[in-house]
């Protein structure tokens, strides 16, 4: 058997496509976009709902100059954020190479220092907010021309002679690793590209999204509905969940499997917070009042999805850090051939992902404040329902790989992936 250090290849060449290879990439490339726009379109002002002849934006509405400059200025305010004294530094988890990046985690601060200067500005100094909603289509725009242009970049630095690939970016297809992503952990200096933008401008910008949303709901109707509020507050809870916990990041397939390319830049900066926010500007223009009773169902649902989605997470960071900790030292095991244990009680044995069932439960309680007058504002529990049926698929796939017989008998004791006696 040769050691480990002759198995290591910095540049391995990928040998199984995911989305269906390069047709299916470059489709989603085209695709992802499209469903930002669309979404804009079938939910205006005046209508929000599936019709096949919507009204279409003038192509002014795609620009406006403070549109771009607002994007890169916030963009690079969070940068300095992260590169800034504040918080502290850690090391990640062992990557392939053996070694183990560090990363600054200093979400917190940023979170409240952009919370700070939003009500500074807003209730003090007068800013117009409001220019999110109307500018809203710009602003979009600017954030899928600047994701667009960073994939550019990481890929064609990728191919620089020291640049770690990820194992599922270097098929040789352009377009294919383009969207993948080449380089797994891109980085200048300590700014580490992959880690700033998935916790820092598009969460927090969602979040101030839905601020933006809220004003102007006040300036048309004078008054903030409750549903527009539970909407606010359970979104901002779980990005403030998320900024708390950030370090458990570093140990996600995100941040130590998958390359950085298109589909994570675009995710983070556009995906996210133009497509997450839709409640909110759904609420903007069609205003849903709800009985107390309907409030505090969704408030519960929310709560029992956060008890869940928290419990299972730290339940399984605990154990990773210590195994002997009072906490999780309880729980049953599965030990394997690569001297690790397999959780089989507590959340994780009652199914394989019990995570993800928070986050699906509490993506319900976001989008039932807004009635059922149309099904847009349930797109995003509908596709995040897709999305994590997919990655569930996909971490198995790479459990199986990685644990081998083990991961059967594993599945053999936790029977259910996701929902008990249904999948």
Known sequence: MLPKEAKFERAPKTKEYEFLGPVGTFLMTLGLPAVVFGLFVLCSPTDCSLRLNPALPSLRDFWHPHAYTLFLVWFLFHAL???????????????????????KINGMHAFVISHVLFAAGYFYFKVPVTFVY???LALATAAFVFSFALAVYLYVRS?????????GGNSGNLIYDWFIGRELNPRIGIFDWKVFCEMRPGLIG???INYCMAAKQYELHGYVTPSMVLVCVFQTWYILDALWFEEAILTTMDIVHDGFGFMLAFGDLAWVPFVY??????????????????????????TLGFIIFRGANSQKDTFRRDPNHPSVRHLKTLPTDRGTKLIISGFWGICR???????????LSWSLPCGFSTPLPFFYVSYFAVLLIHRQLRDEHHCKHKYGKDWDKFCEKVRWRLVPYLY
């Not at 954020?81 to 990363?103: N, W």
Request: charged share 20%; glycine share 6%; net charge neutral.
């Open 353 to 363: 992902h019990p995570n993800y069932v928070g986050d699906l439960l509490m993506a």
């Open 134 to 136: 109307d500018h809203f």
């Open 159 to 167: 191919f620089r002679s020291d640049a770690l690939l990820a194992l």
């Open 206 to 208: 969602w979040v101030l």
């Open 81 to 103: 954020l992260y590169l800034s004294p504040l918080g502290k530094t850690v090391e990640g988890t062992k990557i392939r190479d053996g070694t183990r990046l560090k990363y």
């Open 277 to 302: 926010c839709l409640q909110a500007r759904f609420l903007v223009d069609h205003p849903t009042e709800l009985p107390i009773w309907g409030a505090v169902a969704i408030f519960c649902l929310n």
